[in-house]
């Protein structure tokens, strides 16, 4: 059976095997080495192609052959071929051993010993020849033989052809030497098992990536592909392996260091990252390959696990109301929630525009993806720019690493509600317009555009009408929200339902509406409330504390000390408005006041303490500046 061995040394003959005496000296250098990893293998001139190639099928690494053989083979198997070399002190031993011989001839494969230096030490003619073939080899010894030289030191075919004819003949190896051989393949061995352990560990990590991976030379030629690749182009690894790059991707440039391209391969649109790859072991390129489908898709489900923080807490059951006006808002909301239109509510803040829009997301076809809000008057442009597209790693100074998902993408297949859309700047309704039109978004730093399928709900409390006439507000954005519009009216417009509201808000601290007095009850109808629903919550909330730190809390000048806003006397303050003099004398006090708090910076203390009053009152009168 033949060696399985990892190493071996492949020997020809032309006629009878082990004449030239290259066995026993191989037998017993291999068991001077002592290592099972060395074979020897002995075959005809004729087979030593097919008996390589089965001992490469076998699992041989490294063959060992003497030069002509070792020429032969080179570009004909994909394992390493080491030359058995000749060197000085072997041909020294074999002239020695043939001292006898006044003429000899050194026969070999381009030997790097030039023994003519030797004739002089030997009193000894002797000549070079040199061969890379057996048919050279066999007109060599020939020519020796014409010539009249009495021995042959040279390969084992050379020594057979020799002994054949009739001539003396040594071989042109040692055992020590041969020893040396051996011990260097061994030594390769490790070096070659460690580079394909290590290429074994980096085929699975690269065949594990979704991207498909090519790994190019400097010249275009593909040197590695991974399994993605091959699957993305449809192609088996053997017609892609060391073919050019442009077989492949007719219009790749190569001439960036870096870049994206979006190249086509078939019917595929795909999107390509070059990178240019310069170190000890390789000069050429590496390429990223993704089909531009299945990217939208995987970053769609990215995009799903990174919104799940995106949750709604309100529905239409939620909105308490016994107002007519509000009550046919809420029906008109229903229907729309059942359309995909973008909707533009509007009214007052803190009427519950936001609530009111979770609703529609809750009753429309959304409900189960992602509800992401953002209040566009809350932050700087810069910073909303980058909450609402995202970026790419390296787009600013400060930018996370691995770059952010933009709001917008949060809200993929799903609802974006813009609040206070009319504080939108304009550079940013110019991007966002564009997002609304093609459905598709760049991140800040990228030029890869990703489809997003979202419905968008817009509130405002400003009129948006006044601002495009001002051309404070894109005239084509607005009509691009104007689609369906619903109305939530302030509380002041509602007084129905603040009863049930401050019921509602007084359950939360675990206390009953039957236990407020009938003044404060009145108070709170009373007022005007231009905080709307948001300050009666803020002020429930604080008559719940104090109810807790202050039993008297139910006396009414305490009550009228702890929460002073809902008794000021409105009502009288619109009949004095109504008076041309009053009115006059009121508007000098309130910019007075303005010009004040302005001076003091906003420093409400200060402002009180420059106009002689109690904070108190400095609030009560900014509450008039306000309504």
């Known amino acids: 059976m033949l060696s399985q061995k990892p190493i071996n040394i492949l020997v020809s003959y032309i006629k009878t095997p082990s004449i030239n005496g290259f066995r026993a000296l191989a037998e017993q250098t291999i068991e001077k080495v002592q290592s099972d990893k060395i074979g020897f293998v002995e075959c005809h001139i004729s087979d030593v192609l097919e008996v390589a190639q089965q001992l490469v099928k076998n699992g041989s690494e490294i063959l060992l052959c003497t030069g ?31 001292k006898q011989y006044q003429k000899i001839a050194l026969l070999g494969n381009a030997s790097s010993v030039n ?11 002797v000549q070079q020849f040199s061969y890379d073939s057996y048919l050279a080899a066999k007109k060599a010894v020939q020519q020796a033989q014409q010539q009249e030289f009495d021995a042959v030191i040279g390969s084992p075919v050379a020594v057979e052809m020799a002994l054949g004819m009739n001539m003396a003949a040594q071989l042109a190896i040692s055992s020590n030497s041969l020893q040396d051989h051996l011990y260097s393949a061994l030594q390769r061995l490790d070096k070659i098992r460690a580079e394909k352990q290590h290429t074994q560990r980096l085929n699975e990590i690269f ?81 990223s390959v ?43 909301a ?35 993806a992602p509800f992401v809000a953002i209040n566009c008057a809350s932050f700087p442009e810069s910073i909303l720019e980058s909450e609402l597209f995202g970026y790419e790693e390296g787009a600013f100074t400060g930018a996370k690493k691995n770059g952010k998902v933009g709001l917008i993408e949060a809200a993929h297949n799903g609802t974006l509600f813009l609040d206070e859309i009319g504080d939108m700047p304009l550079h940013l309704q110019t991007r966002f317009l564009r997002v609304l039109q093609e459905k598709q978004i760049n991140r800040l730093g990228s030029i890869v555009s990703h489809q997003v399928n979202i419905r968008v709900l817009a509130a405002t409390h400003s009129n948006l009408e006044e601002k495009v006439n001002k051309g404070e507000f894109r005239a084509d954005l607005y009509y691009r929200l104007n689609i369906l519009r619903v109305f939530v009216p302030a509380l002041k417009q509602r007084r129905t339902d603040i009863m049930a509201l401050t019921k509602h808000f007084l359950r939360k601290h675990h206390l ?25 919550e803020n002020i ?83 509450k008039m500046l306000k309504a």
């Open 115 to 125: 023994l003519t230096q030797y004739s002089d030490v030997f009193a000894l003619k």
């Open 68 to 98: 002509a053989t070792a020429h032969y083979l080179q570009r004909k198997l994909p394992i390493e071929l080491h030359t058995i070399r000749t060197g000085a002190f072997d041909v020294i031993q074999a002239i020695s051993n043939l």
């Open 512 to 536: 009953d509406i039957e236990a407020l007095p009938d003044y404060l009850k009145k108070a709170l109808q009373k007022y005007h409330w231009p905080g709307n629903i948001r300050e009666l």
């Open 540 to 622: 429930i909330e604080r008559f719940a504390v104090i109810s807790r730190l202050d039993r008297e809390i139910f006396n009414q000048q305490i009550v009228e000390k702890h929460i002073p806003e809902i008794f000021q006397n409105y009502d009288f303050l619109v009949s004095e408005q109504a008076n041309p003099l009053k009115e006059v004398k009121i508007n000098q006090e309130l910019q007075l006041i303005q010009q004040a708090i302005d001076a003091a910076n906003g420093n409400l203390d200060a402002a009180a303490q420059n106009l002689n009053i109690s904070r108190t009152t400095l609030w009560r009168k900014m």
């Open 207 to 287: 065949n594990q990536l979704t991207d498909g991976i090519c790994c190019i030379s400097d010249t275009g030629n593909i040197l590695f592909i991974n399994q993605s690749m091959t699957a993305l182009l449809n192609l088996d690894l053997t017609q892609v392996l060391n073919k050019s790059v442009y077989s492949i991707f007719q219009n790749l440039d190569l001439n960036v260091e870096k870049s994206h391209q979006v190249l086509s391969v078939g019917a595929k649109k795909l999107a390509v990252h070059l990178s240019a790859l310069k170190n000890e072991y390789i000069d050429g390129f590496i390429l």
């Open 334 to 368: 229903k229907q729309y929630a059942k359309t995909e239109a973008t909707i533009l509510i509007t009214g007052e803040s803190g009427t519950g525009k936001e609530l009111l829009a979770q609703s529609i997301h809750h009753y429309s076809s959304r409900a189960k």
């Open 290 to 332: 993704q089909d531009l489908d299945a990217f939208e898709k995987s970053s769609s489900e990215f995009r799903k696990v990174s919104t799940r923080k995106f949750n709604i807490r309100y529905s239409f059951s939620d909105l308490i109301t016994e107002d007519p006006a509000f009550v046919q808002s809420i029906e008109l």
